[in-house]
């Protein structure tokens, strides 16, 4: 079996948290396009557990560094270091582990740009039933550079539906993960 490397993903998660968990999908995503395999505990954590709760922050962690604590690198992404990261930095420091300094340029130059949709909503009480899909052009969901122009997208398919059953949102495309020379998509 061909391992990849396991990177622990320290960037920053307070403050601006939309932008820095979309900073820390995109240092994700460059960790993967390099054979690796990232893993980014403020990504996950704060899903299961209140960050504004000093026990349950502490909990959090904890948990986050003892998955430090089997990975082979510390990659360090961006230039603000925030007092969590410290405290990540210095475990790794303890044990060993060594650590990488990646750029913001670096992961935004090679990521894909997010991209929007529209998402279609059909009710359980339409004729046909409940069903929920991309609004698409010739087969493929419909893409738009920024949340705004989905927005209107949506907004403008919302006035003119013919049916009450169905409604249009504006939605977050997943980027695809496409396979890049070099990187395995083997399991």
Request: positive net charge.
């Amino acid at each position: 079996m061909n391992r990849s490397r396991l990177v622990y993903i320290c960037s920053p998660y307070a403050g601006d948290v939309g932008k820095n968990v979309a900073f820390a999908k995109a240092a994700c995503r460059f960790a993967m396009r390099r054979n690796c395999t990232p893993v980014a505990v403020h990504l996950l954590y704060p899903q299961l557990l209140d960050d504004s709760d000093p026990i349950q922050r502490r909990a959090g962690i904890r948990m986050g560094l003892r998955v430090l604590e089997a990975a082979d690198e510390l990659w360090l992404c961006g230039s603000r270091i925030s007092e969590g990261m410290r405290g990540e930095l210095a475990a790794a420091e303890r044990l060993g582990i060594p650590i990488k300094k990646v750029s913001e340029s670096e992961i935004q130059g090679g990521i894909d740009r997010m991209k929007y949709g529209v998402w279609a909503v059909r009710s359980a009480g339409s004729v046909c039933g409940a069903a929920e899909s991309w609004c698409k052009n010739n087969g493929e969901p419909i893409k738009f550079d920024t949340s705004e122009q989905a927005a209107a997208y949506a907004e403008a398919l919302n006035k003119n539906a013919y049916s009450p059953n169905v409604h249009y949102y504006p939605k977050e495309m997943e980027p695809e993960l496409r396979q890049f020379p070099g990187m395995s998509l083997k399991f």
